[in-house]
């Protein structure tokens, strides 16, 4: 190794750099770097340009150390910009995502399952259950609504209705299925109403808290179903019971009745009986009416054929249900109560053992299944 030639060398490459628009000091730590380079390589292999190889190593230093000097000033200057410590306002662009999902383009129903698919997490399934049609058939309506919208802007919201059907349909899942969504609807629900001055935002709201208020007794310390009738009403909450009747008072004061201020309508009288016998089964009938008139509703019909059953007697409940088509859901189970209230333990029986077949959950059947036990158990004795 010629140190002397590296000394000789070493005022050239730093004029160089230097002209090539490198501050003195820069110019001067990495023509060093470039020297300690050479000391470590030369000795196995020289260049043959001594001289280019030392301005190609030294600026190649001085662009490393560049970029790394900007990149920590930088850094520094993401520091001071940084706002003070202390409370941050909430971020949460949930709802506003559910307002996106139901785009104008689509129609309402396809809007609802996309966005249950997208947002809500709910599976395919599930969200067929809920409208009451096959998995395939929901399925090809999520597809058809992912094409719709590819390649549209999403610059205009779908509306309020659309959102609440969304969070009505993602609540009862969370209610009464596989997944716990029930708290995330209520809170985005909540939220919503904090916004729209809307009489049916705040029936959807009171809806939920009149639900949820009642979910403690609806299972056992085993986790089996406890009916409405049976439960501990003792375990329910009453303050969301409170707050949930006070938000509905206030809704229907304006006179503007839609189907979720009925629904929970419905669920306040409920909530209002100290016991189940105490319950205005006359009163719930007349809102199931009110019901029917808002949406003609399967659902609402089957509903509907429990408490005329409770109000008027089983014969005229059995008499509402045969009105119905016996496919829907919980029909045969809605049958088999009626029967059994009617002094028939014996078709009671047989219904409630095929409901458990039909059953959409496992808590569900179970229930069933004992019901069907204990009356073949009492005729056998």
Known sequence: MDEALLRSLTP?????????????????????DALIE??????????????????????????????ADSARRRREDLVDEEPEPGPTPDADDTLQLYFLCAHPSLTPSSAVALTLRAVGGLTTRQIAEAYLVPEATMAQRISRAKRTVAGVRFDQPGDVATVLRVLYLVFNEGYSGDVDL?????????????????????????????????????????GSLVPLAEQDRGRWDTA????????????????????????????????????????????IVEWYDELLRLTDNPVVRLNRAVAVGEADGPRAGLAALAALDDSLPRHTAVAAYLHERDGDPETAARLYAEAARKAPNLAERDYLTRQAARLNAGRRR
């Open 182 to 222: 029930a708290a995330e609807a209520i809170r985005l629900t909540r939220q919503l109403a904090g916004t729209i001055d809307h009489p049916e935002v705040a029936g959807l709201l009171a809806l939920m808290l009149l639900h949820h208020a009642r979910r403690a007794g609806r299972t056992a310390p085993d």
């Open 38 to 67: 050479a000391l470590r390589v030369w000795p196995a292999d020289p260049p043959r340009d001594a001289k280019g190889w030392l301005v190609t190593v030294a600026w190649r230093k001085f662009l490393d150390q560049a970029r």
């Open 240 to 283: 969301s019971i409170a707050e949930g009747i006070g938000i509905l008072q206030a809704a229907l004061a304006r006179d503007r009745l839609g189907e979720f201020q009925a629904q929970a309508a419905i669920a306040a009288l409920h909530a209002d009986a100290f016991t189940a016998e105490e319950t205005d089964w006359v009163q």
């Open 12 to 32: 050239t490459v730093l004029t160089i750099l230097v002209r090539r628009g490198a501050d003195f000091a820069a110019a001067e730590d990495a023509v060093q």
